[in-house]
């Protein structure tokens, strides 16, 4: 049985940083790019980065450019979302989820496994 497990999120306050992790198991992360997406109350699923397993990141919204970083540890089987200033812009309810095919160049957000999401608030 796959399983994504996202952990990390949490209620901060802006300008504070958070990491997000993600555990795979059930399948080798080594075998699938891995994507990171979030979706704020009333917005539309928004793709942030796709880590591909060679050609690097694919970062698809400059909403976060700069202030996030995606990573892969394939040993540990597991993916992390740095997120650096957070602001209230960022109040949404982030998945990690895999696909079997490279990361395409435009946003796309098909993918084959998904997780259940974990909430990040960003409140004073």
């Known amino acids: 049985q796959v399983q994504l497990v996202e952990s990390g999120g949490g209620l901060v306050q802006p300008g504070s940083s958070l990491t997000l992790s993600c555990v795979v198991s059930?399948?080798?992360?080594?075998?699938?790019?891995l994507g990171w997406l979030r979706q704020a109350p009333g917005k539309k699923r928004e793709e942030l980065f796709c880590v591909g397993r060679v050609r690097g990141t694919t970062l698809y919204t400059d909403a976060v450019s700069g202030r996030f970083t995606a990573s892969r540890d394939n040993a540990k089987n597991a993916a992390y979302l740095h997120m650096d200033a957070l602001s209230p812009d960022d109040t949404a309810t982030y998945y990690c989820a895999l696909r079997h095919t490279p990361c395409p160049t435009v946003t796309e957000s098909f993918y084959d496994y998904w997780g259940q999401g974990t909430q990040v608030a960003v409140s004073s």
């Open positions: 059930g399948l080798l992360l080594r075998d699938y790019s």
